[in-house]
């Protein structure tokens, strides 16, 4: 083992990491979080992952990264074709002749990617589930083919989690092989207007590529290198860049960092517990314990201190980003100034306080299989630009707890769903004998190749790929007449942002009426169901409270744009806080229809007094759901089946 | 004029009308930009690229995409080496012979062009495109740079009817010249009747083979010579006021709209060059910013993008007053 270096030797160490991240952060405008996030991953030998909108230089980073620490890189794009050959290496098949018979064998030769000691991994969570497993396994072990790798960092780059977006986000699990998580803002939506224009005259500046063929260079046309930081010069060598990294992995961390540790985590919990909308965020032990101290070290030895300080537990802010709740996120910094400022008698005395709190969200953790399901249906959470409800008396109400309702929603959505369809432009979601000679083109090339030639005993592997059905979908009814002024009209647009949660999540499309004695359906392009979850998102924070309640109008409205569709997973939720004055208040013919199209009418009965027979009567005869409104004490309101 | 006049007046003389999408081709040839352009089929799109590559000796690819593309239709074909390697001496099983298999792709189709038309690009599943679109932006595929200078794509209206899954507007951003055209006969244009005459006149060839008016040099030229063009803090300026009203007033933002840095911080910058050079100027001009609105087509929401010229109107209008 090496023993820690000499201090001037590690001087020297700590000076090419500066210099690493000097060059990096001149790579973007604006992006010097990044930068320093990406520098302490690769000190501390940890895997990273980039998010941000399309366009604002996740993979110039990411590459630049590589390029600057002289590290043997290998580019992965993912795609939905990509195999398992891809990732680890060439097909090495064996025959051997032995007592008559033949043996056929098949191995597999360690490809690029296991050589390379800085993987960038682009557009990762466009990979098919076949070869991400493998992958995220073989970053965790770092071990592959049975062989040590000599992997340092892997920099994984994706989209931001956007509702609208064809592909599914990776789940907190997955995320968490990636102990540095870093979010890149766009400077024009983040209206950093300056940095804007200091891009604008660089790129106006820009001289011709250099090279002879003028096709080859201004790449990815992101802000790119090419007139600060040359892409090609490594500043910071092999030798240098591991016995860096061996001297950080050895630095001492001083006790009381360990105890200012202690109590961020705390507070962090602390924090997190009270964002109850959060649940998808996910603080594992692997994460905080190994990865996080390894990111203080790093941050220390880029300080060129010879201990990690309290203050090195910045190095955690470059985790944050899919472990916290957003609100906490934010607060980050603040929370661990406040918390290095404190007195430790104080805070022990506060630690004491949150107590129950602690333990409750200790409680709703040991149950990981809910905090995923509760992932894949926020997104809302993480919109900043949503809409806030509307205050109404100065502060805004206690929150509705809706969650019941979801829950039922969701159950008999799910059921009414079919199974991902067996569909050629699909995603690869296992394998399968090839059936038909037709489905050569996507079987494995190699054991195609040797059924063509007679050489394999079965037919070969083909991709099973599968469409998951984006069918279904669901119309939001909801009343906005006088009578539901007030709380109510809060409280229901919770309701109907949970709901678009749910929609959106399986992309079913939605229609959004709003009704008083008459219907007033959002449509758009002319159409009364949609995938525009964001806007419909929008307007159900802007309803305003006027007119008389008609059952009949908003229905008869939702049956007919649902008439056109096709499909059994169909669903109209109908909120209302009374009875039905104007219209066919037993709205007979509407109910006649829903039975005929398949369509189930929920009901959420919102008001203070009895719910009206009716409503019943319409969800017991078409299979709907039966929910009320209960007021809690202080005010807040629980979501009930009546 | 330009060194492009010849090509212009080439492409005037196979296709009638559709002044606009011509003069963004041109723009895309000069830039090394991507166009993509959604219309009704029988538009003169995939004539107007091949009259273009004709026309400048350039290596023209044609594919028609379809629900089921796969990657190695676009980019050539699938090739397996296979090499005879000695097996391991300590192998208990006796004697015996073992194969290397490499699967690797000859280059063929898009990486050899240096025209391309992708043809119906809104049918391909979404997920299919990422990486052809990736290969339009970075101009490489693996390590080897491909000779490819403009990419034409074309597509049906954005409407959930046409196809299964709407096109990534992430893969969308890759083209970086947007239009919207409408066959001349339903939009009742002044050229309807040209174009009508033409043919009855008999005066059409079919399948247009043109002389070559121009070259890759003159192209290549030209594409150095963009970067000599100035672009002075006054334009950039008003193009940082344009993004700015955008922004703020229409509220574009990451749900709405694409208006990704890299096409309006960096890529505007070359299209403005661009816009300059073919008017035969050595600096942007405020008039140039007109070109913007071939970039906001799809990316900022149709109120916005039907706005553009009234903000770039009044932009200009502040900036000369100052």
């Known amino acids: ?642 | 004029m330009t060194d492009l006049a010849p090509l212009r007046a080439l492409l005037d003389h196979h296709v009638v009308g559709h002044d606009e999408v011509k003069t963004a081709l041109l723009l895309a040839l000069v830039t090394r930009e991507h166009i993509y352009v959604e219309g009704p089929p029988g538009t003169a799109k995939t004539r107007l690229a091949e009259v273009a590559a004709k026309g400048s000796e350039l290596d023209f690819f044609f594919y028609q995409l379809h629900r089921d593309t796969r990657l190695a239709e676009l980019v050539g074909d699938i090739v397996l080496e296979r090499r005879r390697v000695k097996t391991e001496a300590a192998d208990s099983d006796g004697a015996g012979e073992a194969e290397r298999i490499h699967q690797r792709i000859e280059p063929g189709g898009l990486l050899t062009a240096e025209i391309a038309v992708l043809d119906d690009i809104s049918r391909a599943p979404g997920e299919a495109l990422n990486v052809l679109l990736r290969i339009l932006n970075e101009r490489r595929f693996g390590a080897e740079p491909i000779p490819l200078m403009a990419a034409i794509a074309t597509g049906n209206p954005m409407d959930d009817e046409y196809y299964n899954e709407p096109l990534d507007p992430a893969n969308l951003d890759r083209f970086a010249l947007q239009l919207r055209v409408t066959g001349l006969i339903q939009s009742g244009a002044e050229e309807a009747r040209t174009l009508i005459d033409r043919f009855a006149a008999g005066s059409v060839v079919e399948q247009p083979d043109p002389e070559a008016v121009t070259d890759r040099a003159t192209l290549d030229a030209l594409n150095q010579r963009m970067y000599e063009v100035e672009v002075g803090p006054v334009v950039r300026a008003a193009l940082l006021d344009i993004l700015r009203t955008l922004v703020l007033e229409f509220e574009c933002n990451e749900t709405n709209s694409l208006l990704t840095d890299r096409t309006f911080l960096v890529k505007a910058i070359k299209i403005l060059r661009g816009a300059a050079l073919l008017a035969g100027r050595t600096a942007v001009e405020l008039a140039d910013l007109a070109a913007l609105s071939w970039m906001t087509t799809f990316r900022v929401p149709a109120e916005a993008h039907e706005a553009l010229p009234r903000i770039i109107g009044r932009v200009n209008r502040q900036v000369r007053a100052v």
């Open chain 1, 1 to 642: 083992m090496t023993l820690p270096a000499p201090d001037r030797h590690t001087t020297e160490l700590s000076a090419a990491f500066v210099e690493l991240r000097t060059a990096l952060g001149r790579v973007l405008v604006g992006q010097d979080d990044a930068a320093t996030g990406l520098t302490l991953a690769l000190l501390a030998q940890q895997h990273a992952y980039l998010e941000g909108p399309p366009g604002c230089g996740k993979s110039e980073l990411a590459a630049a990264l590589a390029t600057l620490s002289g590290a043997r890189t290998h580019t992965l794009v993912f795609h939905r074709d990509i195999r398992e050959t891809d990732l680890l290496g060439d097909v090495l098949l064996s025959r051997r002749r032995h007592r008559g018979h033949e043996r056929l064998r098949r191995e597999l030769i360690p490809g690029p990617l296991l050589q390379a000691e800085v993987a960038l991994l682009e557009d990762l969570p466009r990979s098919p589930g076949e070869a991400l497993g493998p992958l995220l396994r073989i970053l965790a072990e770092r071990h592959a083919l049975g062989q040590a790798l000599p992997l340092e960092s892997a920099v994984a780059t994706g989209p931001l989690e956007q509702v609208e977006a064809p592909i599914d986000p990776l789940e907190p699990g997955q995320l968490d092989r990636f102990a540095v998580q870093l979010r890149l803002t766009g400077l024009l939506t983040g209206e950093l207007f300056d940095e804007a224009a200091v891009l604008l005259a660089r790129e106006a500046a820009r001289v011709p590529p250099r090279s002879a063929d003028p096709t080859a260079a201004d790449s990815a046309g992101v802000p790119s290198a090419a007139t600060a930081a040359p892409r090609s010069a490594a500043v910071i060598g092999t030798a240098t860049r591991n016995a860096a990294q061996r001297a950080a992995a050895a630095l001492r961390i001083e006790p009381r960092t360990l105890d200012a540790y202690h109590r961020l985590l705390d507070r962090l919990r602390q924090r997190s517990a009270d964002q109850s909308a959060s649940g998808d965020r996910l603080m594992s032990d692997r994460s905080f314990s190994s990865a996080a101290l390894r990111l203080v070290r790093a941050h220390a030895f880029l300080r060129g201190a010879p201990a990690a300080a309290p203050r090195d537990l910045g190095a955690i802010r470059y985790m944050v980003a899919h472990r916290l709740p957003d609100e906490v996120q934010e607060d980050f910094d603040h929370i661990l100034e406040e918390l290095l400022g404190d007195p430790p008698n104080v805070t022990m005395a506060e630690a004491g306080a949150q107590m129950p709190g602690a333990q409750n969200q200790g409680d709703d953790d040991s149950d990981p299989g809910a905090a995923v399901s509760q992932a894949s249906d926020s997104w809302i959470d993480d919109q900043a630009d949503l809409p806030a409800p509307p205050a109404l008396f100065g502060q805004p109400p206690p929150p509705a707890q809706v969650d019941p309702l979801l829950r039922a929603l969701v159950g008999r959505i799910e059921r009414g769903r079919i199974d991902p369809d067996t569909d050629p432009g699909g995603q690869p979601r296992g394998y399968r004998p090839l059936r038909d000679l037709d489905e050569l083109i996507d079987a494995d090339v190699i054991e195609a190749l040797l059924f063509t030639e007679g050489r394999l005993p079965g037919a070969p592997r083909t991709f099973e790929r599968k469409r998951r059905s984006a069918g279904g979908a669901v119309a939001v009814l909801r009343d906005i007449s006088a009578s539901m002024a007030g709380r109510l009209t809060v409280w229901s647009s919770q309701v109907v942002l949970g709901i678009l949660r749910v929609a959106a999540r399986r992309r079913m499309r939605v229609g959004y009426v709003e009704f008083h004695h008459r219907a007033l359906p959002h449509e758009v392009g002319g159409r009364l169901l949609h995938r525009s979850y964001s806007r419909l998102a929008e307007q159900a924070g802007q309803a305003k409270a006027v007119g008389q309640t008609n059952y009949e109008a908003p229905l008869r409205t939702a049956l007919e744009g649902l008439r056109g569709g096709s499909g059994r997973n169909r669903h109209v939720v109908l909120l209302t806080d009374g009875l039905p004055i104007i219209g066919d208040t037993s709205v007979r013919r509407e109910r006649q229809l829903a039975r005929r199209l398949g369509v189930a009418l929920h009901t959420v009965f919102l008001g203070n007094g009895d719910c009206p027979p009716v409503l019943d009567d319409i969800s017991a005869e078409t299979g709907g759901l039966r929910f009320c409104g209960r007021p809690l004490t202080g005010g807040g309101l629980r979501l009930e089946e009546r």
